[in-house]
């Protein structure tokens, strides 16, 4: 019986554990599994629905950038395109983008711009 409880125990702070990365605020943890499985539940129910949220912003701004009189295209850091919206569809099918070279440290820069004699 003793082992019984301590293996349930661990289970119910494995539980605990796992819904306290999905929460902001963790709760006390009594031990017990149905405690353990409610706060998880409780936490991936949240979860969801800020997902389900941040899917439809998404969907939102998407529908916005469509209707731009003007082509868009969105890269990231590396160039590569990650949003192109209807108007640069049709203005440029297919689109290179190459990224910017990175900035010139301040060390680098030192006596470039100083008038000279």
Known sequence: MLFRQRGHRAIAQRLTAL???????????DGKVESALSYLEEVTGAAHNAVSDSN?????????????????VLCDETGGVIFRNVQAE?????????PLPPRPSRRSCRGMGQRRG
């Not at 439809?56 to 868009?72: F, K, M, N």
């Not at 049709?90 to 190459?98: A, L, M, R």
């Open 19 to 29: 819904a306290s990365r999905l929460a902001v605020e963790p709760i006390a943890d």
């Open 56 to 72: 439809a912003e998404s969907v939102r701004l998407r529908r916005s950038l469509d209707t731009l009189p003007l082509g868009l």
């Open 90 to 98: 049709i203005s440029w099918p297919v689109v290179t983008v190459t």
